[in-house]
């Protein structure tokens, strides 16, 4: 048996995702996103969502396991910590805004994974 190859163009879903929000501006969008992505680059997916909606860089050469920074994330300020290489974040976010975060990264993670 042949077996199948995909490969996702993380700027291409990156542009969707911001295509998506200014569209449904006001709208939400809300994403599925597999938890380990059939093997299909759930870390990369992952992170280009967080990216979508962050002006800090987070490619690891840049932000790297043990870093943090007070950031925007769409529209909510909050600290984006790295707490490992794979990576793996914490998101620290004011309870008045956390609904918002977590409606948010659902969508911009499905919108990575489409």
């Given at each position: 048996?042949q077996?199948?190859?995909i490969?996702i163009?993380?700027?291409a879903?990156?542009q969707n995702?911001?295509?998506?929000?200014?569209?449904?501006?006001g709208?939400?969008?809300?994403?599925?996103?597999k938890?380990?992505?059939?093997?299909h680059?759930?870390?990369?997916v992952?992170?280009?969502?967080?990216?979508?909606g962050?002006?800090?860089?987070?490619h690891?050469r840049?932000?790297?396991?043990g870093q943090?920074a007070?950031?925007l994330?769409?529209?909510?300020s909050v600290i984006?910590?790295?707490?490992?290489?794979?990576?793996r974040?914490?998101?620290?976010v004011?309870?008045?805004?956390?609904a918002?975060?977590?409606?948010w990264?659902?969508?911009?993670?499905a919108a990575a994974d489409?």
């Amino acid at each position: 048996m042949q077996r199948s190859e995909i490969t996702i163009d993380l700027g291409a879903l990156r542009q969707n995702v911001r295509t998506l929000l200014t569209v449904l501006a006001g709208s939400e969008l809300w994403a599925v996103v597999k938890a380990n992505a059939y093997g299909h680059g759930a870390v990369d997916v992952a992170r280009a969502a967080l990216e979508s909606g962050c002006p800090i860089d987070l490619h690891p050469r840049v932000f790297r396991a043990g870093q943090c920074a007070q950031t925007l994330l769409a529209r909510a300020s909050v600290i984006l910590w790295q707490l490992t290489e794979e990576p793996r974040y914490r998101l620290l976010v004011r309870p008045s805004f956390a609904a918002y975060v977590a409606a948010w990264l659902t969508d911009a993670v499905a919108a990575a994974d489409a």
